[in-house]
């Protein structure tokens, strides 16, 4: 069996840490690669040095049958991950080395219980939908694909004007800084901090939520995840941005943009005993009993 570790540079770790992690994997037995800014970290911090061979760099390529990617960090860091696997659907788990994520929802202490699920093939993956963004200036037939959201938004002090069509049919002119369309997986993300619904993951369906809109009445929209979402765009001249997840491309003038359901999708793995409701309850403080 093999594991593709990935992390990002910025994610906090201790040597004591990086030991822990690299000397799970090889107790496990199992075979691995790392991408280059991870190995360069083992390197610099915990004196570990990871063989050429073992090495990637920004797409993994082809993976025997069996292999596990296994991110190390946040949320943050399993959305690059994500990407790595350029629509490979090989299996993903978040290990979280910080605060506890709606993604990464492994604790870091439980690194050998974790391996031990994988090699004995007991974890629980579920299927995650992703985004499909086509129409980027600049970019041609090139899509975008996120797991979390797609947002155009203003770069100046301007607001921008976007008429949003969902199916064809004329929904709504947002004029404000811009507008998210998230996944149920993204509901937790970016679109929540905007007021968007939390989703739960099994929801076929999709979010759109406005940012700042000049428009008391204007709502987020929850519709179904069948739907061909057409944007169309006036930034007044002024530089705005489109974004997947966390990749960020500049756009100006008038543009139309396609957002649909990917063909591609992930499959998230969830620990035993940690439950969407679960997380949502402790991210939240749900549980807490805020009386005096």
Not at 149 to 165: D, F, N, P, Y
Not at 201 to 230: G, K, M, Q, T, Y
Request: proline letters at 5%.
């Amino acid at each position: 069996m093999k594991i593709i570790l990935f992390s990002r540079p910025q994610t906090c770790r201790s040597g004591e840490e990086l030991k822990r992690l690299f000397d799970a994997v090889e107790h496990h037995g199992f075979d691995y690669a790392i991408n280059a800014e991870f190995a360069e970290a083992a390197s610099r911090i915990a004196g570990i040095e990871i063989p050429a061979g073992r090495i990637y760099g920004d797409e993994i390529g082809a993976q025997p049958e069996g292999t596990v990617m296994l991110c190390y960090g946040g949320d943050g860091t399993l959305l690059e991950g994500v990407h790595r696997l350029d629509g490979r659907e090989l299996p993903v788990i978040g290990v979280n080395s910080g605060h506890l994520g709606f993604l990464a929802t492994a604790p870091k202490e439980n690194i050998e219980a974790i391996l031990d699920d994988i090699e004995s093939g007991n974890l629980k993956f579920e299927r995650r939908s992703m985004l499909e963004v086509s129409g980027v200036p600049g970019l041609g037939e090139k899509r975008l694909y996120a797991l979390n959201e797609s947002a155009v938004q203003r770069l100046g002090a301007t607001m921008i004007t976007i008429h949003a069509h969902v199916d064809g049919q004329m929904t709504a002119t947002y004029n404000g800084n811009g507008v998210i369309i998230s996944t149920p997986t993204g509901s937790t993300a970016y679109s929540l901090s905007a007021g968007g619904p939390i989703i739960t993951p099994a929801c076929n369906c999709l979010a759109i939520s406005p940012l700042s809109a000049h428009n008391l009445a204007i709502r987020p929209l929850v519709i179904p995840d069948s739907s061909e979402i057409r944007l169309d765009i006036d930034t007044r001249e002024i530089p705005a941005t489109v974004s997947a997840d966390n990749r960020t491309y500049e756009i100006s003038g008038n543009v139309s943009l396609t957002v649909r359901r990917a063909q591609r999708s992930i499959f998230l793995a969830v620990p035993h005993n940690i439950s969407f409701y679960d997380t949502l309850r402790n991210k939240m403080m749900w549980g807490v009993d805020i009386r005096m």
